[in-house]
């Protein structure tokens, strides 16, 4: 029964891994391939600020460029720009 439920862990945190390195690397692709986003200034810190300011409450600009997060930590932001 131990055995069976840690390899369903591990194949959880295996799957989990692999779908936020997907994400990434589309990510990734997404800002190199010159993509925009509906909405707000593409390619530009202006841009990256938007963004970061409508998906994180806690974000602070640049110099700090963070936001904070549920596990108290602060965290860079990732925007697609």
Known sequence: MK???AL?????LAAASVGASTLAAEAGNASRAGATVPGYPSNTVEGHVAWCRAHYRSYRPPPVDAF???DGLWHRCISPH
């Open 8 to 12: 369903g862990l591990a194949g959880a």
């Open 68 to 70: 904070l997060g549920a």
């Open 3 to 5: 055995k069976m439920i």
